[in-house]
Nanobody, 124 residues
Framework: QVQLEESGGGLVQPGGSLSLSCAAS?????????????MGWYRQAPGKQRELVAM???????TYADSVKGRFTISRDYAKNTASLQMSTLEPEDTAVYYC?????????????WGQGTQVVVSS
């Protein structure tokens, strides 16, 4: 099982900024990570379905939800198997649990993995 460890959530005032990070690591079960195709972030607000926030392909091509374009920036460090999400001009509507997601190739083949989630609360 590949581990996706998230960090950086918290409470921020409207208009503020916050940065999330996600680090992928292999395990005895999955073996080493050979490659990561897409890596990024989804979020789920209370009572709503999980939705894509931002995703980066292994060709450095980002995809953003319309609601975060111009405010959020995703980046990846391919050597370290990490992804970061810089969030600015945050709005109360951005309040949600943010989940890291990655499509990872290991000794067990290609599989989609999820982090446990990190809470982001935008409130005054």
């Amino acid at each position: 099982q590949v581990q996706l460890e998230e960090s950086g959530g918290g409470l921020v005032q409207p208009g503020g900024s916050l940065s999330l990070s996600c680090a992928a690591s292999g395990s005895a079960t999955s073996g080493s990570i050979f490659s990561i195709s897409t890596m990024g972030w989804y979020r789920q607000a209370p009572g709503k379905q999980r939705e894509l926030v931002a995703m980066m392909s292994n060709r450095d091509i980002p995809t953003y939800a319309d609601s975060v374009k111009g405010r959020f920036t995703i980046s990846r460090d391919y050597a370290k198997n990490t992804a970061s999400l810089q969030m600015s001009t945050l709005e109360p509507e951005d309040t949600a649990v943010y989940y890291c997601n990655a499509d990872v190739f290991t000794t067990t083949g290609w599989n989609i993995y999820w982090g446990q989630g990190t809470q982001v609360v935008v409130s005054s």
